[in-house]
């Protein structure tokens, strides 16, 4: 089964881009691509339509593979960019690298494409699903500290790990002063054994239910 692939060409001469597609389609890729060779052409196309990669010559008439590379970024757009030139010194290559392009393949080499494309959309993928679980967890970190009710995690040690505003509110020590710090700082005297006991249950995969207890300010309340 071929797979699918949305290409975006920075490219001035068409029948390198033919080849380019034709070369493709014999790796097993069933192609959608644009060729654009200016700026706004390319700024164009970003808008107008989504892409998976970007293949880009390293030299056109008025325009480059480090120009291309800086507008994307500009945009936003994360994406694999592998410069394929037919002329690219090691010099040029390592600024290309350095400015965020993510390989160069030799239009002279081209059997180098298709395993260094299949690579790229790996690690963009790793890297969409990394983006997914930061902004999932700065979701949730956000109702987290946006609620009235003391959110506090601890270790199995009874470590504090995390301290909400809930919490600073409640008991009157701000996060720095709460963090790494023993639970025991809000756990009266008479209630000193429970926290062991709290925390050996759940060592052994057991679940607390809820239970009222008291718990001390650091005003001493």
């Known amino acids: 089964m071929k797979k699918h692939l949305r290409v975006l060409l920075v490219e001035d001469a068409e029948l390198d881009a033919e080849l380019l597609i034709r070369f493709l389609h014999a790796s097993g890729y069933e192609v959608h691509h644009r060729r654009v060779d200016t700026e706004a052409e390319l ?15 390293y030299q056109l ?10 507008l994307i970024k500009e945009r936003g757009f994360d994406l694999p960019f592998i410069i394929v030139s037919g002329v690219i010194g090691e010099e040029c290559a390592v600024q290309s690298m350095r400015a965020g392009a993510h390989d160069y393949v030799m239009k002279n080499n081209l059997p180098r494409l298709a395993p ?6 790996k690690e963009a ?7 997914r679980v930061l902004e999932r967890n700065r979701h949730l970190a956000a109702i987290v500290d946006s609620t009235d009710d003391a959110i506090i ?31 025991a ?15 050996q249950r ?10 009222e207890t008291v718990r001390v300010r650091k005003d001493g309340s």
């Not at 008439?61 to 800086?70: F, H, K, N, R, T």
């Not at 260094?116 to 959309?121: F, K, M, P, T, V």
Request: aromatic residues 8%; hydrophobic residues 35%.
């Open 43 to 57: 700024d164009m196309a970003l808008d107008e339509e989504t892409w998976d990669m970007v293949l880009c010559d």
């Open 153 to 183: 995690s601890k270790n199995l040690d009874g470590t504090i790990l995390s301290w909400n505003a809930g919490a600073e509110r409640l008991y009157g020590y701000t996060d720095e002063e709460a963090k790494g710090r023993s639970i």
């Open 61 to 70: 008439p008025g325009y480059g593979a480090i120009a291309a590379l800086e």
């Open 116 to 121: 260094a494309i299949d690579r790229e959309l």
């Open 125 to 131: 993928e790793v890297r969409r699903e990394r983006q």
């Open 202 to 211: 759940i060592k052994q995969g057991e679940t607390v239910e809820r239970f």
């Open 185 to 199: 700082i809000i756990t009266p005297p008479i209630c000193f054994d429970e926290v062991p006991d709290i925390l």
